[in-house]
């Protein structure tokens, strides 16, 4: 089945620590994006890609990093830079020509 | 500047019709998604306009008016499971990157 996957669904860390956060896709799509979802909040842009080893920073890119070695996949590093961590993560996936995101099952990251 | 708008919180009957609308200013506008996301869950595709006009797909209606800025999601026939929330977020630009509102989380009561 193709789709988009993230992992682990819940992650713990201590404060100070760099973590990164899995996003892999099997449908073939060029374009990957990282959101973050805060309570009351919308989905805020933190870095996307629209090709190999091309990527662009969204609107709140600070304390995070990431690569895109492969097509299929997107990590995304939340450093020891980022003040506010604690947040739940969304990764999607687009088609090139296609304006719809497809959405991973998200990432709840916890810092203690 | 860029900014969405929709209301935080609606509640509504099992079985009635509810109109949740979205208000957005953008640059570079090219069309606008209404997603629902269950809690804790990945927000999943209902509706995409692009054009003015009405889109419907079966209990779930999309409406678009690009002069105004605006947009509503109507839901019929409503079920509990209806009870998520829908996020409003419009298409900027080339880059295709998506602008999400603060979602509208609804209440669906027997």
């Known amino acids: 089945d193709g789709g988009i996957t993230q992992s682990p669904k819940y992650l713990f860390r201590k404060e100070g620590q760099n973590v990164t956060l899995s996003c892999e896709q099997n449908?073939?799509?060029?374009?990957m994006y990282w959101y973050r979802q805060d309570p009351g909040q919308g989905l805020r842009l933190i870095y996307y890609?629209?090709?190999?080893?091309?990527?662009q920073k969204g609107d709140i890119a600070e304390g995070y990093s990431v690569s895109r070695e492969k097509k299929e996949s997107f990590p995304l590093t939340v450093t020891s830079a980022q003040k506010n961590p604690t947040a739940f993560y969304l990764c999607?996936?687009?088609?090139?020509?296609?304006?719809?995101?497809?959405f991973g099952p998200g990432t709840r990251l916890t810092v203690l | 500047g860029q900014n969405i708008d929709q209301p935080t919180e609606m509640t509504a009957t099992e079985g009635a019709i509810v109109q949740i609308n979205c208000t957005y200013q953008t640059s570079g506008f090219n069309g606008l998604f209404w997603y629902q996301q269950h809690a804790g869950e990945a927000p999943t595709f209902l509706s995409y306009n692009v054009l003015d006009g009405l889109e419907e797909k079966g209990r779930f209606s999309s409406f678009l008016s690009r002069s105004k800025g605006y947009s509503y999601l109507l839901l019929k026939e409503l079920q509990m499971k209806d009870s998520a929330s829908y996020l409003c977020?419009?298409?900027?630009?080339?880059?295709?990157?998506?602008?999400f509102g603060t979602g509208t989380l609804l209440a669906v009561q027997p």
């Open positions: 449908l073939n799509h060029d374009a």
């Open positions: 999607a996936s687009r088609r090139e020509g296609v304006n719809e995101q497809f």
């Open positions: 890609s629209q090709i190999v080893n091309d990527f």
């Open positions: 977020a419009a298409v900027r630009g080339a880059t295709n990157k998506l602008i």
